[in-house]
């Protein structure tokens, strides 16, 4: 099964800045199947980032998503209330499972 | 619009059962395969079964392998999982989502959840 490891737990900051999401797999995933999921307190996640790059329905330019093989990255730039959230990577290239990362929580500083 | 609402959650005891449903719309039901994906009260998102868009393959987590079973109603456009044995450490929220064509896919639509939790 593959393990995804993101970093860093946490990410502590302001309105207007960057953020830059890390989701390292113990294997590679194949055809860079790999999404990217944010979730608010008491909802349920939604959907962000697919393909690696795609970005879902809805969801502005100010996300961007890249890597391949192994390494992954979600950015997001100019960072607005809601953006603040926990995000989950999740790769589906292999058969199942279809594994989720432990989260990276994008916290106001 | 696409919806997705779980229902079936509650309290139950450690060993009892328990089947929660997914009802969907908006969508043509019998073309996606189906998830449910659990929460932890507290901890991150855990993947759990998968079915396909017939209900002729699926696939389950190791941790709930041989007590629960995923099945679907395509003519009522339902989802379901039966939960049996449950154990303390099934207590979570149980969200259904949307999966792709195959067994594989990113999940582009979940319901709200449905809150499992089994204690004595």
């Known amino acids: 099964d593959i393990v995804l490891t993101q970093s860093p737990g946490t990410l502590s900051l302001s309105p207007g800045e960057s953020a830059t999401l890390s989701c390292r797999a113990s294997q590679s995933v194949s055809s860079g199947y790999l999404a990217w999921y944010r979730q608010k307190p008491g909802q349920a996640p939604r959907l962000v980032m697919y393909g690696t790059s795609s970005r879902a329905t809805g969801i502005p330019d100010r996300f961007s998503g890249s890597g391949s093989g192994t390494d992954f990255t979600l950015t997001i730039s100019r960072l607005e209330p809601e953006d603040f959230a926990v995000y989950y990577c999740?790769?589906?290239?292999?058969?199942?499972?279809?594994?989720f990362g432990g989260g990276t929580k994008v916290e106001i500083k | 619009q696409v919806q997705l609402e779980e229902s079936g959650g509650g309290v139950v005891q450690p060993g009892r059962s328990l089947r929660l449903s997914c009802g969907a719309s908006g969508f043509p039901f019998s073309a996606y395969a189906m998830n449910w994906v659990r929460q932890a009260p507290g901890k991150g998102l855990e993947w759990v079964t998968v079915?396909?868009?017939?209900?002729?393959?699926?696939s389950y987590s190791d941790s709930v392998k041989g007590r629960f079973t995923i099945s679907r109603d395509n003519s009522k456009s339902t989802l379901y999982l039966q939960m049996n044995s449950l154990r303390p450490d099934d207590t979570g929220v149980y969200y259904c989502a949307r999966g792709g064509r195959g067994l594989r896919g990113h999940f582009d639509y979940w319901g709200q959840g449905t809150l499992v939790t089994v204690s004595s």
């Open positions: 079915i396909s868009s017939d209900g002729s393959d699926n």
């Open positions: 999740q790769q589906y290239g292999s058969s199942p499972p279809l594994t």
